[in-house]
């Protein structure tokens, strides 16, 4: 083979060597080391933090729309972990305890849970929040939380509570503090 065809046919070769090949797959590895965990941390927070919202607002719109219809509106806790709400037109008095009419004028009735099912939320079940058209509420708080084996995680993940006022269905938002591991309001 003549000098030109040997350059030729190197110039015409493509690829790559076996260290290129190493180099990039062992990139590869060590930026998925510590890449994966971080995302599944940012996934988890994010379910926390939606669960949080969905909360505070449904809380909200309960409040609002018992004011509206001039009624009464309830969230209540079906099992560990289930949120619904029901409103309906009757005027209840009372924050004690679900008025018999109550059934009789549902307007709305949300059979699915807001919460999205990926958190832990400490619910006793029967639990219920009476939102009254004059903007009284029954007292109630809860929190929102992550759990590893029954046990919830605030060291390595956000957790959140709320908090609704009886006399004037104020909704009080905090978030668990790590490093001084209390409840600071979110204003």
Known sequence: MSA??????????????????????????????FVVPAIGKW????????DFYALVGAINYLKAKARIVNGTAILHCSETNTLLYSVSDFVQTSIATEHASYAAGILEDKTESILSGKTAFDCASGTKVIFLANGRATSWSGEITYQVSGVSDKVNYSSY????????????RYRWNKTSEV???IR
């Open 4 to 33: 030109k065809r040997v350059e030729l046919f190197a110039l015409n070769q493509r690829g790559f060597t076996l260290i290129e090949l190493l180099t990039v797959v062992g990139l590869l590895l060590v930026l998925t080391t």
């Open 43 to 50: 996934r988890v927070e994010k379910n926390i933090e939606k």
């Open 161 to 172: 509570k709320v908090a609704v006022n009886s006399a004037t269905s104020f909704v009080q």
């Open 183 to 185: 409840w600071r309001e």
